[in-house]
């Protein structure tokens, strides 16, 4: 596709379910990264990935949440046992390095409700 | 202490107002300096980059470095409605031992 893809876009799931966000990064771009959005607030850093090297986790806020992709593919970011304070966007952006001006792409976003 | 650290406001001025928004870091190896402008319901986009030290400008909006004291800036003239958006600074070093670095966004409205 033309440019990152998130789905689903909006997600309304149970407090203790749990749920798989995706993302598809623009074809060759070898970094990407997973951010959360509060509504009015602005972007915390989660996960990034860079190529085959291991992923950057530091911004995990609990180890409910988990993150995978493969090779400079698809990711997917996975929240167990939701929690109404997990209620967010969850934006992903790739680019084509990780470093100097790299143009970060970002995606729709996904708009996670926690009821 | 993050390393970016961005006011998030909001920072609310009439129409025509001169904008200045601002980031501090502290990571003195950082070269590249963005920013990104984030409306309402949309993913961030690339509004402008500097690298190094000084200024850039580009219409409307001017973005300035100081490394000596870790501080850019985005200066937006003629401020108009249409600028309403957050605005987010990001910064990165220039090998691949660095990931960009945003900060949290400043959120801006201007007021007709």
């Known amino acids: 596709g033309a440019g990152v893809s998130q789905s689903p876009s909006n997600k309304v799931t149970e407090k203790g379910k749990d749920v798989e966000l995706r993302c598809d990064p623009i074809s060759g771009h070898t970094a990407l990264y997973w951010y959360r959005q509060r509504l009015g607030q602005g972007l915390e850093f989660l996960i990034y990935?860079?190529?085959?090297?291991?992923?950057?986790k530091s911004g995990l806020p609990s180890d409910r949440f988990s993150a995978e992709r493969t090779g400079e593919s698809v990711s997917t970011l996975t929240i167990q046992r939701t929690q109404q304070e997990d209620s967010a966007v969850y934006l992903c952006?790739?680019?084509?390095?990780?470093?100097?001006?790299?143009?970060?792409?970002f995606g729709q976003g996904t708009r996670l409700t926690v009821v | 202490q993050k390393e970016v650290e961005q006011d998030p406001g909001p920072l609310s001025v009439p129409e025509g107002a001169i904008v200045s928004l601002n980031c501090t870091y502290s990571n003195s190896a950082f070269q590249y300096f963005m920013w990104y402008r984030q409306y309402s319901r949309k993913g961030p986009e690339l509004l402008m980059y500097t690298y190094s030290s000084g200024n850039k400008e580009d219409g409307r909006f001017t973005a300035q470095v100081d490394k000596s004291s870790k501080y850019i800036s985005l200066f937006i003239r003629d401020s108009q409605p249409s600028d309403s958006a957050t605005y987010l600074c990001?910064?990165?070093?220039?090998?691949?031992?660095?990931?960009?670095?945003f900060g949290a966004g400043t959120r801006l409205f201007v007021k007709a």
């Open positions: 990935f860079q190529g085959n090297s291991a992923p950057d």
């Open positions: 952006a790739s680019s084509l390095v990780s470093w100097g001006a790299a143009e970060a792409f």
């Open positions: 990001a910064m990165s070093g220039d090998t691949g031992g660095f990931k960009t670095i």
